[in-house]
């Protein structure tokens, strides 16, 4: 690394803070400044002097143990750190930095870092499991704090299941994956509109039309888009998904909605990916009351929805217009013409009908063609892993000449 990275590693108390002071080896090892601060019960299973001829520096646990008097140690720190890692993160530590409890060095400064925090937990899994920490856990999740998982396994308590801190090699690589992230700030001064999930076409107040878009494909795009430095917008249909941390988000129900979200957008936005399964039709005739049931057959009149990607390709200007096409044959064909009747810079084609690229799932596999006559096919990925696909894609319309 051309400048090390300074990192604040916050050791609370329980059996696994012997793994933190490999920790601090390793990440000491790989060329980061590493200072430890430790709570009085972490204390009880190693000493502070561990921690010192492990990182070469101070280590700190006192809040009014001031050894510098030109300065107030928990807030030089807070503001010294680009990264806080803490390792174990006990039940107790989670608990008052999610309720924004301060009583002791480590509470303090962590209130008042600006710095990402990065949380790696350690209890026994009961623990882990209350509904309490639950809630603690996606509360700071929400705040964009970083979660590393506990493994599973036998637990120094006895018990056998999960709740055991991260292997230090696991945390170093995440730091690591961290900083590159920071690093690779591609996107960064970028407004990215997404669109994701299914829209519902109400036919009376409890019945509606809907498809099986879970919105995992948008949702992973908006979080990757968020990772590169993006600006991002996420107009989403109804999902059951959680809202991604860092984004603009607009939740909407019907094509109609999703159609006047994206347009008061459009304008201000430099990629658009419309990811999202917007309804083709509604019902022409919508009920206030519910439907009551009647002998025989029932017929429901349905009218189309305005397609929404191509009216934004008809009003592209500066915009980098991204469409997906989700097929069951004839992939190729479908999915060019439509990139061509709306006026994309490239369309992400899929097979629904194929076993692990359908909706619902955890993965896809895509065909992606542009504008320029430029076509790649992915493997069999995580969403995630094909949304950065996508997005690397979408940047060499980013940076062409039209859109620097």
């Not at 916050?10 to 601060?37: E, R």
């Not at 709306?342 to 076993?355: H, P, Y």
Request: aromatic share 8%.
């Amino acid at each position: 690394m051309s400048e090390k990275k300074k990192i604040l590693l916050c050791v609370t108390g329980g059996i696994a803070v012997f793994k933190a002071a490999a920790l601090t080896s390793q990440m000491s090892k790989a060329g980061y400044d590493v200072k430890v601060m430790m709570t009085q019960s972490a204390m009880k299973f190693v000493t502070p002097l561990t921690f010192q001829t492990l990182s070469r520096n101070h280590v700190y646990h006192d809040t009014f143990d001031e050894k510098d008097p030109s300065g107030v140690a928990h807030i030089d720190l807070a503001d010294w750190a680009d990264l806080v890692v803490i390792a174990p993160a006990t039940a107790n530590s989670i608990g008052k930095l999610a309720n924004g409890i301060a009583d002791d060095m480590i509470s303090t400064t962590l209130l008042a870092t600006t710095a990402p925090i990065m949380i790696a937990p350690a209890m026994n899994v009961h623990m882990y499991e209350h509904p309490a920490v639950f809630a603690n856990m996606e509360r700071l999740a929400d705040f964009g704090h970083r979660f590393i998982e506990p493994g599973e396994g036998l637990l120094a308590c006895g018990y056998v299941g999960k709740g055991r801190l991260a292997e230090p090699e696991e945390i170093l690589k995440a730091v690591q994956e961290f900083f590159e992230e920071e690093e690779n700030q591609v996107l960064s001064g970028k407004h990215v509109l997404i669109t994701a999930g299914p829209t519902r076409e109400q036919i009376d107040p409890v019945r509606f039309f809907t498809n099986r878009s879970s919105g995992k494909m948008g949702y992973a795009l908006a979080e990757v888009a968020v990772s590169l430095g993006a600006h991002v917008t996420l107009i989403s249909g109804p999902s059951h998904l959680k809202q991604p941390y860092g984004v603009d988000f607009i939740p909407v129900q019907s094509a109609a909605e999703m159609y006047e979200a994206v347009m008061e957008k459009y304008n201000e936005a430099d990629l658009v990916i419309k990811s999202a399964a917007v309804a083709d039709y509604r019902p022409k005739e919508t009920f206030e009351s519910k439907m009551k049931k009647k002998d025989g057959n029932l017929s429901i009149e349905m009218e189309r929805t305005t397609d929404i990607l191509k009216e934004l390709g008809k009003r592209k200007n500066h915009q980098v217009l991204v469409g997906f096409a989700a097929e069951t044959d004839d992939v190729t064909r479908y999915a060019k013409e439509k990139m061509e009747k709306k006026n994309l810079d490239m369309i992400v084609a899929n097979n629904v009908s194929q076993q692990g690229s359908g909706f619902e799932g955890d993965t896809n596999q895509v065909f992606i063609y542009g504008r320029d006559g430029h076509e790649m096919e992915s493997s069999l990925l995580s969403k995630r892993q094909v949304a950065e696909i996508v997005l690397k894609e979408c940047l060499r319309y980013l940076e062409g000449p039209d859109h620097k």
